[in-house]
C-alpha cells in the first residue's frame, strides 16, 4: 500500500530534551515536506526537500532541524523543544503530477 | 506573508445546502491549485485540482471554480451531506516547486 508513515503519533516531551520524529514514503517521490498544524494557522510548511541531500527552509524553520539522506525518509528534528513548538506535524510527499501525500500526522506536547 | 487567502474559517450548512469556499493568491507564477480534505485524526488528501487553462472542474459534487484575472478560486459542494464535515485546505503552486503551498483552511460542518 502506497502510504507516508509518520513516528510517533503521539510523544509528549519536556522541554530541552531532543527528540525525533521519523517520516518514510514507499513511493520513490523526490519531493518530501514537512508542515505543522496550529488552530486558525492552517498548514505551515517547516522544511522541504527536492531531493536527497537537497533541503531548504520554508515559512517557519526556526527551532527544526532536517535532513534527507535517503530518498525514502524524512526525519524533523528538534534540538531543543519549546512550548511553542507544541503543534500536529504532517510530513508529505509530492508527485512530479504536484499532488501531496500526507501522514496520519503526530501530535507533539512540549511542557 | 500569507500566500494564499482562504475565507471562512469556518462554515456551517444544512444538509442538501451549497457549501462554498473561497481562496485568493497574490503570486501569478502559481499555476496549480488542488482542494485537500482533512477529517479529524487523519492527514489531508487531495480532493479535486485545477490549473489555470481552465476556469471550472467538476468532479462529483465538487466544483472548483477559477478567475484568473481576479487571482481567485473556490469549492463549491452542491447537496452537501453530513459526510462532507471536514476540514478543507486550498493550496497553490507553480512549476519548478511541488510541494503547495496552503491556505488556512475552513472548518465546514454540514448538519443533517
Known amino acids: 500500500e502506497a502510504q507516508v508513515t509518520q513516528n510517533p503519533r503521539y510523544l509528549i516531551t519536556v522541554t530541552g530534551k531532543k527528540l525525533t520524529v521519523t517520516c518514510s514514503q514507499n513511493m520513490n517521490h523526490e519531493y518530501m515536506s514537512w508542515y505543522r498544524q496550529d488552530p486558525g494557522l492552517g498548514l505551515r510548511q517547516i522544511y522541504y526537500s527536492m531531493n536527497v541531500e537537497v533541503t531548504d527552509k520554508g515559512d517557519v524553520p526556526e527551532g527544526y532541524k532536517v535532513s534527507r539522506k535517503e530518498k525514502r525518509n524524512f526525519p524533523l528534528i528538534l534540538e531543543s523543544p519549546s512550548p511553542n513548538q507544541t503543534s500536529l506535524y504532517f510530513c508529505a510527499s509530492s508527485t512530479s503530477d504536484r499532488v501531496a501525500f500526507f501522514g496520519q500526522g503526530t501530535r507533539l506536547t512540549v511542557v | 506573508q500569507q500566500q494564499v487567502k482562504q475565507s471562512p474559517q469556518s462554515l456551517i450548512v444544512q444538509k442538501g445546502g451549497i457549501s462554498i469556499i473561497n481562496c485568493a493568491y497574490e503570486n501569478t507564477a502559481f499555476d496549480y491549485f488542488p482542494w485537500y480534505q482533512q477529517f479529524p485524526g487523519k492527514g489531508p488528501a487531495l480532493l479535486i485540482a485545477?490549473?489555470?487553462?481552465?476556469s471550472e472542474k467538476k468532479e462529483g459534487r465538487f466544483t472548483i471554480s477559477f478567475n484568473k484575472s481576479a487571482k481567485q478560486f473556490s469549492l463549491h459542494i452542491m447537496d452537501s451531506q453530513p459526510g462532507d464535515s471536514a476540514t478543507y485546505f486550498c493550496a497553490a503552486s507553480k512549476g519548478g516547486s511541488y510541494i503547495p503551498t496552503f491556505g488556512r483552511g475552513t472548518s465546514l460542518i454540514v448538519h443533517p
Open positions: 485545477i490549473r489555470p487553462d481552465v
